[in-house]
């Protein structure tokens, strides 16, 4: 059974009362805190073998400022990277074994 759903027993039986959702609620984090935590991100990712670079960057900087959509960004960035590992493979295909 849902959370907010209750059962109330009448004289006809059973019947389910629901009740309404609550507000999905707001992110209260100050921007000091979505920096920290964006930082800490950035910081695991490097740690990871991730290297930032200016293409990145202004991607990153476009979904900010509203030009694009994150699934647009997302988009761009699978297909850098689908485009990346073909490079490295043709690269290992041209190299003798």
Sequence with gaps: MNQGTTIRLTSKGPRYILSRMKP???DARSDAEKARDTAGIVGSLK????VQNADDEAIHQKVKRGEITS???IELFAQRGLERERKALARQRKQPA
């Design 24 to 26: 999905h609620p707001k």
């Design 47 to 50: 740690h990871e073998g991730y």
């Design 71 to 73: 699934d647009e960004a």
